[in-house]
């Protein structure tokens, strides 16, 4: 065997045993108390600064996405005095999010903004709203409720980081 086809194939074999390490390396965490914490107020959720430890140097994408709804009212056309609660909720969604270039983290490390974004609901149709028929129009009314909020984390963009990602 050739001298060239020895070194060729310790090289390979280099690069093949040193991919578990450089993967194994990478750890991305929330440091002690670092987790974001997010709260709703109205149509509005907020999430806190994170502190992550672990990231490589790729750009980060933080986003929150939620759904909130809220109750509604039939009101008759011909007796506008006659107002009924509609039968189903408006359904609305939300979010927002963040861009982070890898320049921003330092040996690892990296402080996430804060990110809020908020719900945009709509009126329903009558038959959507639960009205008794096509002859009554809808408003919305009473307090808008957040549910089934995702917070995403990806490094880089696209690529989710599972265990910086939760559900709120």
Same mark, same amino acid.
């Given at each position: 065997?050739?001298?060239?086809?020895?070194?060729?194939?310790?090289?390979?074999?280099?690069?093949?045993? &040193?991919?578990?390490?450089?993967?194994?390396?990478?750890?991305?965490?929330?440091?002690?108390? !670092? *987790?974001?914490?997010?709260?709703?107020? !109205?149509?509005?959720?907020?999430?806190?600064?994170?502190?992550?430890?672990?990231?490589?140097? #790729?750009?980060? *994408?933080?986003?929150?996405? #939620?759904? &909130?709804? *809220?109750?509604?009212?039939?009101?008759?056309?011909?007796?506008?005095?006659?107002?009924?609660?509609? *039968?189903?909720?408006?359904?609305?969604?939300? !979010?927002?999010?963040?861009?982070?270039?890898?320049?921003?983290?330092?040996? !690892?490390?990296?402080?996430?903004?804060?990110?809020?974004?908020?719900?945009?609901?709509? &009126?329903?149709?009558?038959?959507?709203?639960?009205?008794?028929?096509?002859?009554?129009?809808?408003?919305?009314?009473?307090?808008?409720?957040?549910?089934?909020?995702?917070?995403? #984390?990806?490094?880089?963009?696209?690529?989710?980081?599972?265990?910086?990602?939760?559900?709120?």
């Amino acid at each position: 065997m050739s001298t060239r086809t020895i070194v060729g194939r310790l090289v390979i074999a280099l690069i093949i045993s &040193a991919t578990p390490l450089a993967l194994l390396a990478s750890s991305p965490h929330y440091k002690k108390g !670092g *987790q974001p914490v997010c709260t709703a107020s !109205g149509a509005t959720v907020t999430c806190s600064t994170g502190t992550v430890t672990g990231l490589g140097n #790729f750009d980060v *994408q933080v986003s929150i996405a #939620f759904t &909130a709804s *809220q109750g509604q009212l039939c009101h008759n056309k011909g007796n506008p005095d006659n107002i009924v609660p509609g *039968q189903n909720p408006a359904i609305g969604t939300g !979010g927002g999010g963040v861009s982070i270039p890898a320049g921003d983290i330092k040996n !690892g490390n990296l402080i996430v903004p804060s990110i809020s974004g908020t719900a945009s609901i709509t &009126a329903s149709s009558s038959a959507d709203a639960g009205c008794p028929n096509g002859n009554w129009t809808v408003t919305l009314d009473g307090p808008i409720t957040i549910s089934g909020g995702e917070y995403t #984390f990806e490094s880089p963009p696209g690529t989710k980081i599972n265990s910086l990602s939760f559900t709120f």
